[in-house]
């Protein structure tokens, strides 16, 4: 059977592309490969991105549709769902993949509506069905205790949201090159819905979601000095500050640091679960990690199943022993 291609939506913060563009692009590469003669395009808005085409081939994009107009530069929504819904008629994908971002997930339900369309928001999971080819989706619900799978049989493009952090992108690799369909994009004359005033910008923009090493907190950690204690640990190790709802319910630290279902999902090498009582909706943002290390004073803690290194004890003794030892290490000259 010949398939059709799935489209990726590459999306741009200014002149760069959200890394979940090319962790997209990764899982849509492995797709194709169970659905025999389709490609992956990577769909990029706006006139100024030549270097993120470069970056798409590296990525893994068979193919970069390009579609120019300078009004594409920044996100207005009712702009790029015109544009993209004018894409997909005119070249009919069969699976079609945004980031579950802010923008992503508004975006990608207005285009699904518009093209009448199935959409499976945030999904965890992607894989094709082998003998009925389409795509079956899977993401958690009812609070993270049901994994659903949902198809999408009888309407195209099969679409779906995926949260950052949840795919892995693969490596660029710069010797790849593919072809750029340039679309010299026309935009109909619209209704004006919306007119971006000002730009405010978030403070604390944490790295959480690439920090090779994350030290959360949560209940356990007891206030927001004990937060300031972690930090001193993950600086040391190059690393950044995560936190449970549980902790940022309390207001210890700001939701942009919390880890899990509704907040972050991660994959750092080392994560460092403190004070952290193990729940479902926590562990499922944090269960790609390589290490998890657990410190918590109960030993039944469910955190401790799925942790590769477990210390029982208080943490208020345990955080400061590691920040001294590693100062020490540091200090004679180990790296870090
Ligand atoms: C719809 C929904 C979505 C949710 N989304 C999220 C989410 O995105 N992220 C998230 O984290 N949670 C989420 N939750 C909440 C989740 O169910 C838990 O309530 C939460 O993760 C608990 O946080 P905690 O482990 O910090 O607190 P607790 O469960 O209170 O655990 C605290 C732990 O600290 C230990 N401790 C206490 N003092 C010390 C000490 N001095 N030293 C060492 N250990 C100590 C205790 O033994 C305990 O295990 C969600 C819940 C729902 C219903």
């Known amino acids: 059977m010949k398939h059709s291609n799935i489209f990726v939506f590459i999306e741009t913060v200014g002149k760069e592309a959200h890394h979940?563009?090319?962790?997209?692009?990764a899982k849509a590469k492995e797709l194709s490969k169970k659905l025999e003669?389709?490609?992956?395009?990577?769909?990029?808005?706006?006139?100024?991105?030549?270097?993120i085409i470069k970056e798409a081939f590296a990525r893994g994009a068979d193919k970069v549709l390009y579609v120019k107009n300078s009004e594409l530069n920044e996100y207005i929504n009712y702009k790029y769902k015109a544009a993209l819904v004018d894409m997909v008629r005119k070249y009919k994908p069969e699976i079609f993949l945004i980031g579950a971002t802010l923008e992503g997930r508004e975006l990608a339900g207005m285009v699904a509506t518009e093209l009448e369309t199935g959409l499976t928001a945030d999904c965890t999971g992607l894989d094709i069905i082998p003998e009925k080819e389409y795509l079956a989706m899977t993401r958690?619900?009812?609070g993270g205790n049901l994994m659903a799978t949902i198809f999408c049989p009888e309407h195209q493009p099969q679409m779906a949201t995926v949260r950052p952090g949840v795919m892995k992108a693969i490596e660029p690799d710069y010797s790849k090159t593919g072809e750029t369909i340039v679309e010299n994009y026309e935009m109909p004359a619209l209704e004006k819905l919306l007119e971006v005033i000002e730009r405010i910008p978030i403070e604390n923009v944490s790295n959480l979601q690439f920090a090779p090493v994350v030290v959360a907190g949560g209940n356990g950690v007891g206030g927001p000095e004990g937060f300031k204690m972690l930090k001193k640990l993950a600086d040391?190790?190059?690393?950044?500050?995560?936190?449970?709802r549980a902790a940022v319910k309390k207001g210890w630290i700001d939701y942009e640091y919390q880890v899990g279902q509704t907040g972050k999902t991660i994959r750092p090498i080392v994560y460092f679960a403190c004070g952290i009582s193990g729940a479902i909706q926590h562990t499922v943002g944090i269960k790609e990690s390589e290490i998890i290390v657990a410190i918590n004073k109960d030993e039944e803690a469910p955190i401790?199943?799925?942790?590769?290194?477990?210390?029982?004890?208080d943490l208020h003794k345990i955080v400061p022993?590691?920040?001294e030892y590693?100062?020490?290490r540091l200090k004679s000259g180990v790296k870090q």
Do not use: Q
């Open 20 to 25: 979940v563009s090319w962790e997209l692009i």
């Open 37 to 51: 003669g389709s490609e992956v395009w990577g769909v990029l808005l706006g006139d100024e991105h030549e270097k």
């Open 140 to 142: 958690p619900t009812f």
């Open 236 to 244: 040391l190790l190059g690393g950044e500050v995560g936190a449970s």
């Open 304 to 313: 401790f199943k799925i942790a590769d290194i477990g210390i029982v004890g």
């Open 321 to 323: 022993a590691l920040i």
């Open 326 to 328: 590693i100062e020490k």
